[in-house]
């Protein structure tokens, strides 16, 4: 049964840094994409960054290019994001996903298993 936990959402400023976490447990990950969506009050959930465990490729969302990255630690079977200048519209709940393969998608649906989401707030 795999699980995927996150954790490191909280309060920050708006153009200031915080780091979330995806530890992943159940699954061979070397086989699978790992991705990050969020959804804001109101808003449809949105595709933010994928990774493919095997060879690292990634992915991003057009709104959050060159300000997020998507990493992971194979040791910790851990996916991070890592979000710089956030802006008060990257204010959701962030949640972390999983797939089996190496195809990436930034469509929700195509990911089995998810994460119970973690909120960030960006203030102003």
């Known amino acids: 049964q795999v699980q995927l936990v996150e954790s490191g959402g909280g309060l920050v400023q708006a153009g200031g840094s915080l780091r979330l976490s995806c530890a992943a447990s159940?699954?061979?990950?070397?086989?699978?994409?790992m991705a990050w969506f969020r959804q804001a009050p109101g808003k449809e959930r949105e595709f933010v960054a994928s990774r493919t465990w095997s060879d690292g490729r990634t992915n991003y969302g057009d709104s959050v290019k060159g300000r997020f990255t998507i990493s992971r630690d194979n040791a910790k079977n851990t996916v991070y994001l890592q979000m710089n200048s956030v802006k008060l519209e990257d204010t959701a709940v962030y949640s972390c996903?999983?797939?089996?393969?190496?195809?990436?998608?930034?469509?929700?649906?195509?990911?089995?298993?998810w994460g119970q989401g973690t909120q960030v707030t960006v203030s102003s």
């Open positions: 996903a999983a797939r089996a393969g190496s195809e990436p998608s930034p469509m929700g649906d195509r990911y089995a298993y």
């Open positions: 159940g699954g061979v990950f070397s086989s699978y994409t």
